[in-house]
C-alpha cells in the first residue's frame, strides 16, 4: 500500500537547494518515489500551520520511504538541503 512522505519546506537558498533537488530526484525514481504535489503557494484551511512550500512524495509503502531516507547516498544530500532550507518531514500510509 502506497506511502506518502509530506514536506513542510522552507528554502533559504533557492540556488543551493536547486542542486539538491536535481540530486535527490533520480534516487527517489530509484527508490520507487515520486513527486505529486510541489505547491509555492498551499492554501491553510485550518490550524496555524503555514508552509512555505507544500511537497508530497509517494512511495510504493513505508518501508520502501524509509529505505530511502536511511539510504547512505541520500546522507551527504540530507545534509546539502539542511545547509540550504529547513523541512518537516513525515510519512503515513493509509489504514
Known sequence: MSA?????????DPDGFQRYA????PLMREAGGRNLVVDQAPVVL????????LVIHEFPDRAAAQAFWDAP??????????KHSCVRVVVGAPG
Not at 536535481?22 to 530526484?25: C, F, P, T
Open 4 to 12: 506518502y512522505v509530506v514536506i513542510d519546506l522552507d528554502i533559504h
Open 46 to 53: 485550518e490550524g496555524d500551520w503555514r508552509p512555505s512550500t
Open 22 to 25: 536535481d540530486a535527490v530526484l
Open 73 to 82: 547516498a541520500y546522507q551527504p544530500l540530507k545534509a546539502l538541503r539542511r
